[in-house]
C-alpha cells in the first residue's frame, strides 16, 4: 500500500476545475447507488466524479442520489445500479433472504450512529436506560435491542418512542438515536446549555462498520476488475478531499447546490477525521473491513433472533477486492 502523500502532486495536477472527462469508446457506463442524497458523507464519491477519477479508471459513472425513501438493495438487485452504499443491517437481512450479494469494502471504519441526552438527566451509560423513553426510528429496533442485552437488560426495560432531536429538546423522550456526522440534526443539542451525554453504539457492544459497497455475487465473480477500478478512484476521491477540504467543500456545493456550507464543512471534518481516516485506514489503507467485527455482529444479531445462525462473514462480505487494490492509508 502507498501512502496519501505519496501520490499528493500527481492528484493536485487534476485541479479543482477538472470535472469528469466524456466517455469513450473504451469507457464503462456504471451506476452507483448513494444510500442518502448527495451531502458530506458522499464527498469522495462525488470527488471522484468530477475530478474525473473514475473516467480515468475506464468508467463513465452516473450517482444515483439515496433519501429516505430509497431502497438501494432493491435499486441494486434491480440491475439499477451496480454497486450501492449499505448499511450492515440492510446488508445482513437481504443475506439471511437468501439475495446473492456482499460488501467489498466500507468508507467509514465504524459507523456513526449515537444515542444522545440532555445532561440533567444524568444518563450516562446504556444501563442507565432502564424505564426511559427511547427516541429513534422502527428500524433501530434491533441495534437498540443488542444495546441492550449488552447491558443486561431488555426492550421491555425500556420505551421505544418513534421519534427525533426536536422531542428530545421538547422533553418527548429521554434518548435520541442521531447522527454526528449530520451538523444540522444535531444542533440544538450541541447547543443546549445545560450540556448533553452520549452513547454510541460502536461503545457499548455493537462494532460494525458504515457505508459498505455492496455489489451481486455475480458482479463479484464476474466483474472483479471493474470494481478494483471503482474502488481505486473511490480511494483517490477520499483522499483528495481529505488533502483539499475547502476546494472539496466548493465541489460538493457546486453539485448539490441545496446544500449549505455552515453545516457541510463541520461534518465533513467529523466525517474525515472520526470515519474515514482512523487508526484501522492507517494500518489497512482505506476502505478496510474486519471480517472479524463482521462476524461479531452477526452473532449478536441471531442471538436475538433476528438473522439465522448459520450466517458467517464470508456470507456477507468477500476480501477481494480490497486486497487487489493498492489503497492509500492515513500518514
Known sequence: MITKRAFLSATLAIGIGCLALPASAD?????LQL????NAASAGEI???????FAEAGLNVTILPGGPSANTIQELMSGTADVAIGYAPQIMYAVDKGLPLASFGAAFQKAPLTFYSLAGKNITSVAAWKGMRVGAGQSAAPQIAVL???ADLTPED????????????????????AWPTNVAQIGPILSHEGGHNTQTIWDNGLQFQSNYYVATTDTLADDAKTLEAFLGAVDRGWAWVADNRDEALAILLDYAPALQADREAPALGIIIDDYIY???TATNGFG???AARWQDTLDRYAKLGEISADITAADVHTGAILDAVERRMKD
Request: glycine share 4%; net charge negative.
Open 27 to 31: 469507457t464503462r457506463d456504471f451506476t
Open 35 to 38: 444510500g442518502w442524497l448527495p
Open 47 to 53: 470527488i471522484a466524479l468530477q475530478n474525473g477519477y
Open 148 to 150: 441492550l442485552d449488552n
Open 158 to 177: 425500556i420505551t421505544h418512542v418513534q421519534a427525533n432531536v426536536p422531542a428530545l429538546m421538547q422533553d418527548q423522550v429521554d434518548i435520541v438515536a
Open 278 to 280: 482512523t487508526d484501522e
Open 288 to 290: 478496510h473491513v474486519s
